[in-house]
């Protein structure tokens, strides 16, 4: 897959079928239009272009932070795996979004990435305040040379899937299954393993505590969580087959009167040195809230019976 961060670096590409968005989350939504550019660009011996925004114009259109479901380098390894051929990054900026909706589909589509047609879902809109919609796209194709498809609304099991709704799912209530359902695949959130404060060895429970973890990027709802523990790019042979079974704990660790918000995972039967390893955790189901214990001993006795609810999840869940 092509990847062309910036203005200056796009390649222009008359040939091309083009998607316009955030595509946070590439979840089942995205899933269906990406499908159809996939199809389009074959009946038409294009290339299959995805043109996505950084940051989230949200952010910059409200001047705040907008928590992700995906990184954009995660985002592109989601549509690398699904097959699209060039995925286009463009800074937004405020600039860039006083933009009138002529001149973005003008000098950005049309001149700089080049298309012969666009898909876009219903709701997409463009140009300064969002001024342009489907209507004046359809307009703007006839007078470039390009055609536009509409996607309608996209449905799963009655449902809208959105991905407001699967970061509240995550970011909220820790639903991780219902996400996964949405995302077609668990939540990830990946970090670097630094020292924590080994309290976790004391008691029978060591833990990999992730630093780094990417900004922006949205932490799971505090409490227990069953999660598969993957390796990414190890920087020589991985300590980790495959992937392996963890019980993840996100939050201040109340017992101990923790101050700062921590990701542990305690990766069940391993032995092992992971300080310095980039760990990635894919989220299956919560366990149950995080909460505060009498001492060491009521907390043991509550880790074990998360332990075993994890197992039985594992087990559901293959290996």
Sequence with gaps: MKRQFGLANVKH?????????????????????????QNR????????????FDPHPREVLRDAPMPLLTTVEERGELLEAVGIDRFVVLPFTERFSQMSPEAYVRDVLVDRIGLV????????????????????????????????EIISKQVVDR????????????????????????????????GTVVE????????GFPTANLDEVPPRKILPARGVYAAWVTEASPPSKSVIARKHPAMVNVGYRPTF????????????????????RQLEL???????????????????AQLENDRAAC?????????
């Design 117 to 148: 047609e666009i898909i876009v879902g219903y709701d997409h809109s463009f140009g300064h305040k969002g001024e342009g919609d489907g209507a004046m796209l359809r307009q703007l194709g006839t007078q470039f040379g390009f055609d536009v």
């Design 311 to 319: 197992e039985m999840i594992f087990a559901e869940n293959g290996s």
């Design 41 to 52: 660009a074959a009946v038409r011996g294009a290339e299959s272009t995805l043109l996505t």
């Design 196 to 203: 924590g404060e080994k309290r976790g060895r004391t008691i």
């Design 159 to 190: 449902a809208k899937v959105s991905s407001t709704r699967i970061r509240q799912l995550v970011g909220d209530t820790g639903e991780m299954a219902e996400a996964r359902r949405l995302l077609t695949r668990p939540y990830r959130l990946s």
């Design 257 to 276: 009167n923790g101050k700062e918000q921590t990701v542990e995972a305690h990766l069940l039967n391993f032995s092992g040195d992971l300080y310095g």
């Design 13 to 37: 590409q008359p040939q091309s079928v083009v998607t316009v968005g955030t595509f946070d989350g590439v979840h089942a939504g995205h899933q269906q239009i990406l499908k159809r550019l």
């Design 282 to 300: 894919h989220f299956l189901k919560r366990i149950r809230d995080e909460r505060s214990f009498d001492g060491p001993d009521a907390l043991v």
